[in-house]
């Protein structure tokens, strides 16, 4: 295998490694000097456990012919979370979830993601936190506290084990469909935990003369424009309160609150002129100019 591969020095070379080396797709870099003042720069390649490379796939997207510049909307995620899109902007050569928390877009230079993702994230031990229980019962993982309890279903896809008050998983087999059911059912288990000790919760944000939101004993009243409220019954194992024009859904099931969630914003999704309807309140909604009043003709 390939150790160390070396490339001509550039600033957007040197980017795009720092990015490369935070997100920890390469074990690091150096800028080596050459003759006749020529850098080149000495990349240290990263493998994982089973000496595959980390990198599964490198894909050039700009090119000098051919420029690509996205907003900071288009490029939120790549590969479901699991990839990563880096990008030139005026605040440097940053990786995607960087650009989108400062909102800015750029030139998009290249994108990188990796089959192993999801083992590095199996490998990692849950911690039981105080007051919450886990016992494994054959393939069932149950999460309890009080009276509530979280089953999941692990299928004998993996193994799981309590040690030393963490949740310790491990997967069956060397397969990439294993490695994925790794990462996969460690998410499952750390977001019951989660939910049972901190719970979770998505806020929605209401814009637009006469939209309100409030709640009525088990069912939210939403007026968001039509002839008519709009009743949502609150699912059991969520809570949803009114602030203002804040709707704040809250649960312990992470696929619930999402769904609840997804669901109230599509009674009147946002639209992009004046920005009227139902948002989450840490969503960018691109905006569009209006129609401009046409210019009197001169004769």
């Known amino acids: 295998k390939l150790e160390v591969a070396t490339l001509l020095h550039s600033n957007t070379v ?5 990015v490369l080396e935070k997100k920890e797709y390469i074990e690091g870099f150096k800028v080596v000097d050459g003759e006749n003042n020529k850098k080149t720069v000495q990349v240290t390649l990263k493998y994982d456990d089973n000496e595959r490379s980390v990198i599964n796939e490198l894909k050039r997207v700009s090119t000098p012919g051919r420029r690509v510049y996205k ?3 288009e490029i939120k995620s790549f590969k479901n979370g699991y990839g ?3 990008v030139s902007t005026n605040k440097g050569v940053i990786a995607n979830d960087e650009a989108y928390a400062a909102n800015v877009g750029g030139e998009v230079l290249c994108t990188v993601w990796q089959e192993s ?3 590095r994230i199996g490998k990692k031990p849950i911690a039981i936190p105080s007051g919450v229980e886990v016992a494994v019962d054959g393939t069932l993982v149950n999460v309890k506290k009080g009276n509530k309890t979280i089953p999941v279903e692990t299928h004998g896809r993996v193994t799981v084990e309590i040690a030393e008050g963490n949740v310790v998983l491990a997967k069956v087999g060397e397969t990439k469909e294993a490695a994925a059911f790794w990462g996969t059912y460690r998410a499952l288990i750390n977001n019951a935990v989660t939910g049972l000790s901190t719970g979770f919760q998505k806020s929605l944000e209401i814009n637009g003369v006469g939209y309100r939101a409030a709640v009525k004993g088990n069912v939210l ?3 968001l424009g039509y002839s008519h409220p709009i009743n949502y019954d609150i699912p059991d194992g969520l809570e949803i309160t009114v602030e203002k024009n804040i709707v ?3 649960g312990a099931d992470k696929q619930q609150v999402g769904q609840a969630a997804a669901i109230i914003r599509g009674f009147r999704k946002p639209e992009p002129y004046k920005g009227k309807g139902v948002k989450y309140t840490d969503e960018h909604i691109v905006r569009k100019a209006g129609k401009t009043a046409k210019q009197g003709v001169v004769k």
């Open 84 to 86: 990563t899109i880096i």
């Open 248 to 250: 704040h859904v809250k």
């Open 14 to 18: 040197v980017g795009i490694l720092t």
């Open 71 to 73: 907003n900071a909307s």
């Open 221 to 223: 009243e939403l007026q």
């Open 117 to 119: 993702v999801m083992s």
